[in-house]
């Protein structure tokens, strides 16, 4: 079984500043990959960054980059140049890469983190 | 591209009720998902189903049913309605496991008094 904890329930940014948010995860899984995923208060579900658990290297889109610490088992979201527009609830999440085994794609999520950004 | 449509976006149910919340996705994605979201926590997995004919339970399957006759429908059942079932669900469909993205339905609004 997989587990994900998000330990901020709320965090707040200044426009054009920088903002971490955390995420460390469990799981018995040898392969896997890890999510981070935006919901606006429109409610659609939207990927922003995904990490495979087998590279070292660490995931950026654009703004979005992670740090994603194996061996410590944290995965965490950094946004530079925040906006406005950042503002919505942040899920980490992770998923099996076993497709033979029992996953079949299912995501196991964090509780959230509320990102206010302040003009 | 529609994507995943869920319908309806709102729903107001008595206890006791039931009903069906509708899912249809056109991008033929094999595996899809029932979620489902309480207020102020994460989303939590329903059902889940890997194609045509096959479904499984998820971390919370109690009091739902699903079916799944084609590839694009995976439509889920809510039986004798209950206060605790009071939540936001989310449909959901990917077309292999982990890297490929999970396209995820608008969510629909329920509430049951």
């Known amino acids: 079984a997989q587990t994900v904890t998000q330990s901020q329930p709320e965090m707040s940014v200044q426009e054009a500043e920088t903002v971490t948010l955390s995420c460390t995860y469990d799981t018995s899984e040898s392969d896997y990959y890890l999510f981070w995923y935006k919901q606006p208060p429109s409610r659609q579900m939207i990927l922003v960054i995904r990490q495979e658990a087998y590279k070292q290297q660490n995931a950026t889109e654009n703004r979005f980059s992670v740090n994603f610490q194996k061996a410590a088992k944290s995965f965490s979201l950094k946004i530079s140049d925040s906006q406005l527009g950042d503002a919505a609830m942040y899920f980490c999440a992770s998923c099996s890469a076993n497709a033979g085994g029992t996953s079949y794609g299912k995501l196991t999520f964090g509780q959230g983190t509320i990102l206010t950004v302040h003009p | 591209n529609a994507g995943v449509t869920q319908t309806p976006k709102f729903r107001i149910l008595k206890i006791g009720q039931s009903m069906t919340l509708q899912c249809a996705q056109d991008?033929?994605?094999?595996?899809m998902y029932w979620y489902r979201q309480d207020p102020g926590m994460g989303l939590k997995l329903i059902y889940y189903s890997v194609g045509a004919g096959i479904t499984d339970k998820g971390e919370v399957p109690n009091g739902y049913n699903v079916s799944r006759s084609t590839t694009e429908d995976f439509p889920l059942r809510l039986e004798l309605a209950a206060p605790s079932q009071t939540s936001v669900y989310f449909c959901a469909s990917s077309s292999r496991v982990g890297n490929t993205e999970a396209f995820f339905g608008q969510g629909t609004r329920l509430t049951v008094v």
């Open positions: 991008m033929n994605h094999n595996y």
